[in-house]
């Protein structure tokens, strides 16, 4: 596998090849292999602890595996290739990686020590380096989009978790990234807030956005996903069309857990 | 009667305007016999002791007084200013510097700044300032050279360089520094780890999410222990009248010394300590409630 290639219109958005981490003596992702094409959204679905959130991580380099490549847009992440060995990536340019890879976590994770606005200008004014004003436009532009352009001024501890998710994916949509990540983006809310993220999550995915999301909201990924991956015990115990999936799972392990998050 | 003041003012009647109006239920309060009797106790005690103080034969205020104000008393009182100022900027610039370093993946740079805490946090600050303060038996001359040989190129003569200020910031910079270095980790690793997992999401590198993200936060957290350590590092430069170190304490000592008015000289230099204290301690308070933002609704 190359770093360089030609571009082409079926290249996948994201290739992962022979995943595996492990943290100590636990074997978190035991050989993932997976594609993502250009404006799909795959849901990932399991029990807690199946790697599901690892596996996203990796994508970014959040954590590093411990074999296996992802490769974000042909891009090889987290090394160079020289001769054919592998060279590790300086923290720099892993960051410059992660500038068309927008994430938006569980705990909404905004930078407590700035407004609303702030944490959406953050990153265009230092990571990309825009004008002040350029930034500002933008980032009123992404609060627009999620519609909270009246609590630009507002602190994080000032907003609801669903505002305060909002407002995440408006700073992660700010960089205008070519991927999308989401980790449980609507776990840590309380009930009836969660359906303003999800229209957030649907109006993105309808825009052409790529998404990949680790999510329990079977319903969603009904509705919005394209392809659903079911893991279990670090590996891909299922996967195909979303619909196709929740209505007739294969494995005896999807429909166990589908049975059970159904009922 | 001071409790009952306060029940009467809360027992008007509540109207939130929308017709929610109540009177609130009248009740006696209870009375804690055992802290009221403690309390009066306590009182009568500190009135007879600032009596006894006061009234004291053996003490001459007069000579409080006059030292008060002495030109030598502040200007010793200007020195121990310098002395904290000094010590407290070194010794945060190298806290921060050892707390980064702690945190960092170099198990070198970890291992160093880990000994540097042990053994400045495990010798007496008193031994330490003997020890700068003495420097000079130990290395006559101070200069830049090749490591492991003879070869100076440039050299002074140590007692001209370390003079006493300079060596007295120099103990208690370093002293502090270990301290500081600690207070600063705390506070780092008291920010949520997902601050900095935000960031670099974004793109931010790992100095910028430090210095934008992370420390603006850990501020909070390392505020208020920082002002304790000013206030500490401050009383703790008197130590440095063993080394004649022109504070303060060296000059009131002085004073006393010479005037056989041992404990008139020390109130003075008592009174002075309790002034700046008093007054780093409102400062402490602005800048906690300032450092506090994002953080109250």
């Known amino acids: 596998m190359s770093a360089l290639r030609s571009p082409s219109a079926s290249r996948p958005m994201v290739e992962i090849a022979g995943l595996h981490k492990r943290f100590g003596d636990n074997h978190v992702l035991k050989g993932i292999d997976l594609e993502v094409t250009p404006g799909e959204v795959m849901c990932l679905i399991g029990p807690s602890g199946s790697g599901k959130s690892t596996l996203l991580r990796c994508v970014n380099r959040l954590e590093v595996p411990d074999a296996g490549t992802v490769h974000v847009d042909g891009e090889l992440i987290g090394y160079r290739e020289r001769n054919g060995k592998l060279y590790d990536l300086r923290p720099k340019d892993i960051a410059r990686q992660r500038r068309p890879i927008g994430m938006v976590f569980q705990r909404f994770n905004l930078f407590q020590n700035k407004t609303a606005i702030e944490n959406i200008m953050e990153a265009p004014l230092r990571v990309a380096r825009e004008t002040k004003e350029v930034a500002r436009e933008r980032a009123l532009q992404a609060l627009d989009r999620v519609g909270l352009l009246d609590h630009q001024d507002h602190y994080p501890v000032q907003l609801s978790g669903g505002q305060q998710q909002r407002v995440a994916i408006a700073r992660a949509l700010a960089m205008r990234p070519r991927l999308m990540l989401f980790d449980e983006p609507t776990s840590a809310l309380d009930p009836e807030l969660v359906g303003e993220v999800l229209d957030v999550m649907r109006e993105l995915a309808a825009s052409g956005m790529t998404m990949i999301v680790v999510t329990h909201e079977i319903g969603f990924a009904r509705e919005v996903g394209d392809q659903l991956v079911f893991m279990a015990d670090g590996r891909i115990v299922e996967r195909g069309d979303a619909r196709e999936v929740l209505r007739n799972p294969q494995n005896p392990r999807t429909k166990q857990f589908l049975d059970a998050v159904l009922a | ?297």
């Open chain 2, 1 to 297: 009667m001071v409790s009952l003041a306060i029940r009467e003012k809360e027992q008007r009647t509540h109207d939130d305007g929308v017709g929610a109006a109540f009177e609130p239920l009248k009740s006696v309060p209870v009375r804690h016999w055992g802290q009221m009797i403690a309390a009066a106790i306590l009182v009568i005690l500190l009135a007879a002791f600032i009596v006894a103080l006061a009234q004291n034969k053996k003490l001459d205020w007069d000579v409080f007084w006059q030292n008060l104000t002495a030109a030598d008393v502040l200007g010793g009182l200007v020195v121990t200013i310098e002395l904290t100022v000094v010590s407290m900027a070194g010794g945060i610039l190298l806290g921060v510097l050892l707390a980064v370093a702690r945190l960092s993946s170099n198990r070198v740079l970890i291992g160093l700044s880990s000994a540097y805490i042990w053994f400045f946090r495990g010798v007496p600050l008193l031994v330490q300032i003997l020890v700068w303060g003495n420097f000079a038996l130990l290395f006559p001359r101070l200069g830049i050279g090749i490591p492991f040989t003879d070869v100076m190129f440039v050299s002074v003569n140590t007692n001209d360089v370390l003079t006493t200020f300079v060596a007295s910031c120099v103990a208690l910079g370093l002293h502090e520094a270990a301290y500081m270095a600690e207070v600063v980790r705390g506070g780092i690793l008291g920010v949520d780890s997902g601050q900095r997992e935000a960031s670099a999401a974004l793109g931010m590198t790992n100095a910028q999410a430090m210095w934008r993200i992370v420390l603006p936060q850990a501020m909070r957290i390392i505020l208020p222990p920082t002002g304790n350590q000013l206030i500490t590092l401050f009383k703790s430069s008197a130590l440095v009248y063993v080394i004649a170190g022109q504070d303060l304490m060296t000059v009131v000592t002085g004073i006393g010394a010479t005037t056989y008015r041992v404990m008139e000289s020390l109130f003075v230099g008592t009174f002075w300590y309790l002034v700046i204290v008093s007054v780093l301690m409102i400062g402490q308070r602005f800048l906690e409630k300032r450092a506090a933002r994002g953080h109250q609704r």
